[in-house]
C-alpha cells in the first residue's frame, strides 16, 4: 500500500500494557506458600490511541507524569513495542530521550560521536564531514576528548543535542532532556529547534516547560490517564490543560 506523502508518523489503536510484579518469592518455602498467589498486576498506560503528524509539523506532548506521554514519544523511536496496534514513521529519525542514552561512559566525547552518529545511520565519511560542527556547537572545547563519564549532566545534554541536530533527520523526538543545562545553552537549542522548524523538520517534544512549548510548537497534544484528552491549537489545549492541571 501507497503511503500518504505528507505523513510522518502514523499511531493507530494504539495500547502499550506493562506487567508490574510484586513479592515475587526469592526462596523454596515462599514459592511453596505463594505459588498460586497473583503475582503481576497489568497496568494500562496508553489506551487505544490514533493519532497522524504530518511533515513539517513541531508538536508538544503534555501531561503530568505518568499520562502515558513519554511511552509514547519512546513507541514513535521503537525503543519499545506496542501491545496492540501500529505506528509507522516516514522519514531519518532522531531522538533524544534519556541523558546519555547511547553513550558508552568509558569513550571519549568524540568516540561516542561516532558511535552515536553510526546507530542514527550515518556513514564515517558523513561523520567526518560533520564532526567539527557537532564539537562547536557542544561548545565542550578540550573536553571532547575526554571520557563521558566524567560529564556533567549539562555537558551530556550538550553532547547528545549536538550529535541529534547533526544527522540531518526528517524526524526530532525530544523527551525533557533540554530541561538539563545552563540557560545559555537552552536558549541556543531553542533557536536550532525554530531554524529546524523553518525547514520543515518534523519535530515531537514532550515538556513540562509551557511557555517553550508556547514559542515552539503549533500543535498540542495533551495525554490524560493514557488518553489524548485534547488535541489542537497549542493556546486552546493549553488554556483547558490549565484549568484541570492548574
Same mark, same amino acid.
Not at 565519511?125 to 578540550?142: P, W
Not at 526528517?170 to 543545562?181: K, N, P, R, W
Not at 537552552?186 to 515531537?204: G, M, R
Given at each position: ?70 511511552? %509514547? &514519544? ?13 505506528? #509507522?514513521?516516514?522519514? $531519518? !529519525? ?17 568516540e561516542n560521536i561516532y558511535f552515536n ?54 524526524? %526530532? &523526538? ?13 536558549? #541556543?537549542?531553542?533557536? $536550532? !529547534? ?53
Open positions: 500500500m501507497k503511503a500518504n506523502n505528507s505523513k510522518a508518523i502514523d499511531i493507530q489503536d494504539v495500547t502499550k500494557v506493562y506487567k508490574l510484579y510484586y513479592d515475587k518469592p526469592s526462596t523454596l518455602k515462599e514459592r511453596l506458600v505463594f505459588w498460586n498467589k497473583k503475582k503481576a498486576e497489568e497496568r494500562i498506560i496508553l489506551n487505544n490511541i490514533s493519532l497522524e503528524i504530518s511533515k513539517g509539523e513541531t508538536v508538544a506532548l503534555i501531561g503530568v507524569n505518568g499520562s502515558g506521554k513519554s511511552t %509514547l &514519544l519512546k513507541l514513535m523511536t521503537k525503543i519499545i513495542y506496542p501491545t496492540k496496534g501500529t505506528i #509507522k514513521t516516514y522519514g $531519518k !529519525l532522531t531522538s533524544l530521550l534519556e541523558l546519555g542514552a547511547g553513550f558508552h561512559p568509558d569513550f571519549t566525547g568524540r552518529a553510526s546507530i542514527f545511520g550515518l556513514t564515517e565519511k558523513a561523520i567526518n564531514q560533520r564532526l567539527q560542527s557537532i564539537i562547536d556547537f557542544s561548545e565542550l572545547g578540550e573536553l571532547i576528548d575526554s571520557p563521558v563519564r566524567t560529564y556533567s549532566s549539562g555537558q551530556y545534554m550538550r553532547l547528545a543535542f549536538s550529535i541529534a541536530i547533526n544527522v540531518d533527520a526528517d524526524i %526530532l &523526538l525530544i523527551d525533557e532532556i533540554l530541561a538539563v543545562g545552563d540557560q545559555h545553552f537552552q536558549d #541556543k537549542c531553542f533557536e $536550532k !529547534l525554530e531554524e529546524l522548524k523553518n525547514n520543515k523538520k518534523t519535530i515531537v517534544i514532550v515538556s513540562h516547560s509551557l511557555d517553550s512549548i508556547k514559542k515552539l510548537c503549533n500543535r498540542t497534544i495533551w495525554i490524560n490517564n493514557g488518553k489524548i484528552e485534547k488535541d489542537g491549537n497549542t493556546r486552546e489545549v493549553m488554556e483547558e490543560y490549565k484549568k484541570v492541571c492548574g
